[in-house]
């Protein structure tokens, strides 16, 4: 078992940046990707972006590419997502998400199919 904990949300405004953080614990020897999804309220689950556990390899949705930034440190078993330039789009809760695909494949399987979910840490963009 893989526990996962978020932490970094708030309320920004538009062109505000955040930075969310998720720590690992358990079994993470057994997963292979980390990665960001978020849900909008009356919208699905959607990636955000996935990186891989063991080199530099990441993925970014479309709506992230050039704003935000995925990376981790494996020493502290925690990710992070830099968040820059937000929109009131970007609103949502962000879930930290880990399984044994590629970034790839965790960015692009059904959310149902993700094993290890955390909580979730609110993000909220507005004047």
């Known amino acids: 078992q893989v526990q996962l904990v978020e932490s970094g949300g708030g309320l920004v405004p538009p062109g505000g940046s955040l930075r969310l953080s998720c720590v690992a614990s358990?079994?993470?020897?057994?997963?292979?990707?980390m990665g960001w999804f978020r849900q909008a309220p009356e919208k699905e689950r959607e990636a955000v972006a996935c990186i891989s556990t063991t080199d530099d390899v990441s993925y970014y949705a479309t709506a992230a590419k050039g704003r935000f930034t995925i990376s981790r440190d494996n020493a502290k078993n925690t990710m992070y997502l830099q968040m820059n330039n937000l929109i009131t789009e970007d609103t949502g809760v962000y879930y930290c998400?880990?399984?044994?695909?590629?970034?790839?494949?965790?960015?692009?399987?059904?959310?149902?199919?993700?094993?290890?979910w955390g909580q979730g840490t609110q993000v909220t963009v507005s004047s």
């Open positions: 358990g079994s993470t020897s057994d997963t292979y990707s």
């Open positions: 998400v880990t399984d044994i695909w590629n970034p790839h494949n965790l960015c692009t399987v059904v959310p149902g199919g993700i094993n290890y």
